[in-house]
């Protein structure tokens, strides 16, 4: 996640809180995530769909943050 821009992402997790609060969001729903599929992902179903798009929501959310920060 974010590759490209890890330099940027340190930065705000250790100064901007709400970055910081997302960030570990998201990780903690990878995990879920990970968990629930299983090792070789047929675990897939309504509840793992639901925290995709949950994550997705949170990935976007620092997104917009790491853009402003660009600027």
């Known amino acids: 996640m ?20 997302l960030y570990d969001k998201h990780h903690r729903l990878d995990q879920e995530i990970a968990k629930l599929e299983g090792p070789n992902g047929a675990g ?3 509840e793992v769909a639901k925290l995709k798009k949950e994550k997705l929501h949170l990935k976007d959310e620092m997104q ?4 402003r920060c660009e600027k």
């Open 2 to 21: 974010f590759s490209d821009q890890q330099a940027l992402v340190s930065q705000l997790r250790n100064s901007d809180p709400r970055f910081e609060a």
């Open 44 to 46: 897939y179903n309504d």
């Open 64 to 67: 917009k943050i790491l853009q």
